[in-house]
Nanobody, 118 residues
Framework: QVHLVESGGGLVQPGGSLRLSCEAS????????IAWFRQAPGQGREGREG???????????YYKDSVKGRFTISRDGIKNTVYLQMNSLKSEDTAVYYC????????WGQGTQVTVSS
């Protein structure tokens, strides 16, 4: 069973940046589309496609409108890691962030908390 591990969250001021990482031991992430999802306090986990998704190859990356131009998703095949670079963070980006396979969800990891606050 795939075990996804998210990291890189933290407390940052508005306008700041964070880079999240998604890793999976003994599983080749590069072979699958990966999406980042988030769950804000008191709300459900966002959308089927999450806030951003990176395909295996060919198709374009996807970004939710509210993060376009601020977030960048990428993958490192050697490190078997998917990243979410988040710039110009806003208070509304505060959430627990998770990665998963949008085509077929697997058990959620523990997520990583992102808090944007002054």
């Amino acid at each position: 069973q795939v075990h996804l591990v998210e990291s890189g969250g933290g407390l940052v001021q508005p306008g700041g940046s964070l880079r999240l990482s998604c890793e999976a031991s003994d599983f080749n992430l590069e072979a699958y589309a990966i999406a980042w999802f988030r769950q804000a306090p008191g709300q459900g986990r966002e959308g089927r496609e999450g806030v951003s998704c990176i395909p295996t190859k060919g198709d374009s990356t996807y970004y939710k409108d509210s993060v376009k131009g601020r977030f960048t998703i990428s993958r490192d095949g050697i490190k078997n890691t998917v990243y979410l670079q988040m710039n110009s963070l806003k208070s509304e980006d505060t959430a627990v962030y998770y990665c998963n396979f949008p085509a077929k969800l697997v058990p959620w990891g523990q997520g990583t908390q992102v808090t944007v606050s002054s």
